[in-house]
Antibody
Framework: QVQLVQSGAEVKKPGASVKVSCKASGYTFTNYDINWVRQATGQGLEWMGWMNPNNGFTGAAQKFQGRVTMTRNISIYTAYMEVSGLTSEDTAVYYC?????????????WGQGTLVTVSS | SYELTQPRSVSVALGQTARITCGGNNIGTKTVHWYQQRPGQAPVLVIFSDTNRPSGIPERFSGSKSGSAATLTISRAQAGDEADYYCQVWDISTAWMVFGGGTKLTVL
């Protein structure tokens, strides 16, 4: 079955960077964009950006431009998202999700989430 | 930037029908998807492209849309339906994805 499995929880200090991985299985990795969405505790879903695994093209929400880097390793079907310059406001669960319909933006399935805690 | 508006909370009696709305400018021209998120879990797609139900989602879940709002309807509500529900669109003009603020459904 189509599945996305993310890396484990991270604890980082303010100013540091974090890199979260998302390993895909059950489909051809290069055929579908990977999106990243985060959720602070008790808050809603916040879209961060997308990456086309085939050509490496990316797009990010305005507030994350310049601070988020999305990459991939096609040989191991894995997408990565790195966030730099962490502050306490970046403490959240980060999800990767496959955009299963390019035109409508439907995203399915989602990874299990990775908790990133930023604390001094 | 485009915004989607949802009520923060909706309550429904056990076995009754819950309706969760999602409003946005000219939403009638956009394709709306709905996700269910139970506490501590990742979101799950429950309705795609306004009215379609993925395999495995009960028929009790349905979607509709008018010119001013999209609606997620949950019939014969069960305790297991208690969750947060989010609507989502893809704004093709900016290539950005937009989520509504989420609605907490409580089954009484």
């Amino acid at each position: 079955q189509v599945q996305l499995v993310q890396s484990g929880a991270e604890v980082k200090k303010p100013g540091a960077s974090v890199k979260v991985s998302c390993k895909a299985s059950g489909y051809t990795f290069t055929n579908y964009d990977i999106n990243w969405v985060r959720q602070a505790t008790g808050q809603g879903l916040e879209w961060m950006g997308w990456m086309n695994p085939n050509n490496g093209f990316t797009g990010a929400a305005q507030k994350f431009q310049g601070r988020v880097t999305m990459t991939r390793n096609i040989s191991i079907y894995t997408a990565y998202m790195e966030v730099s310059g962490l502050t306490s406001e970046d403490t959240a669960v980060y999800y990767c999700a496959r955009r299963s319909d390019f035109l409508t933006g439907r995203i399915d399935p989602w990874g299990q989430g990775t908790l990133v805690t930023v604390s001094s | 930037s485009y915004e989607l508006t949802q009520p923060r909370s909706v309550s429904v009696a056990l076995g009754q029908t819950a309706r969760i709305t999602c409003g946005g400018n000219n939403i009638g021209t956009k394709t709306v998807h709905w996700y269910q998120q139970r506490p501590g879990q990742a979101p799950v797609l429950v309705i795609f492209s306004d009215t379609n139900r993925p395999s495995g989602i009960p028929e009790r879940f349905s979607g509709s849309k008018s010119g001013s709002a999209a609606t997620l309807t949950i019939s014969r509500a069960q305790a297991g339906d208690e969750a947060d529900y989010y609507c989502q669109v893809w704004d093709i003009s900016t290539a950005w994805m937009v989520f509504g603020g989420g609605t907490k459904l409580t089954v009484l």
